[in-house]
């Protein structure tokens, strides 16, 4: 079977309408991925404080059976959460398919307080930065989360320091388009709660009453 091109096709000669629908469509886009990472991110927080409590208490790993259900169903969640921020899929409306778009359509987008237009050298250099922090997750949730692979086809297995640089570069990236697309002032994705999550640690779960 040929191997399928990863060449982008570039478009040019674009009427101002259809530059216009372009950049509203690219605006959903970031829109989406803004929403998606923000929940994403506060969980990433919750799950590292979480981790962080677990570490100063040891009585809370014994036995570790719970502990690492809620690891598990973290990591899940998260790597699904990420390799769909990645997708390039038609429909995807993700911050891959997004920088894909803007590659494909050169000139098109540019920096409100000069007019200048996005170099497609700096948007393709934004796209390696995001594969580099994204393939090997992508190839866990592949192989091991969304289908049964052997366990040999990995060689080496991410971290939770590379949960964390994903996160890290996913979102520069989706604040800096959805600022460039929106004229947003976003510096980030993560939205500050209006709660204090740690409340629901601070009294027994199982009461007397329960036994």
Known sequence: MAKRSRRIQVRRGLS????????????RWAGVAFSQLNDLLVRHETFTQLR???????????PAYFVNWMVT???????????????HGAR????????????????????????????????????????????RIKLLVNKRVA????????RRLPTYDDLDRAFEVLDRLTAKYLNLVAGSGWI????????????????????????
């Not at 962080?52 to 014994?62: E, G, M, S």
């Not at 289908?147 to 990995?154: F, N």
């Open 188 to 211: 980030t994705c993560k939205l500050e709660r209006q709660y204090d999550w740690h409340d629901v640690l601070t009294f027994p779960w199982i009461t007397s009453a329960d036994e």
């Open 52 to 62: 962080d409590i677990v570490k100063r208490n040891p009585k809370t790993t014994a």
């Open 16 to 27: 101002d309408a259809e530059r216009r629908a372009l950049v509203r469509k690219w605006r």
């Open 147 to 154: 289908h049964a692979d052997k366990h040999g086809s990995i």
């Open 92 to 135: 995807a409306g993700s911050l891959g398919l997004l920088l894909r778009d803007i590659v494909q359509h050169p000139g098109v987008l540019r920096r409100s307080r000069d007019r200048r237009a996005i170099s497609a050298r700096e948007v393709r250099a934004d796209r390696r930065a995001l594969r580099a922090a994204t393939d």
């Open 73 to 87: 169903n973290y990591v899940c969640a998260a790597t699904v959460g990420i390799r769909r921020l990645c997708d």
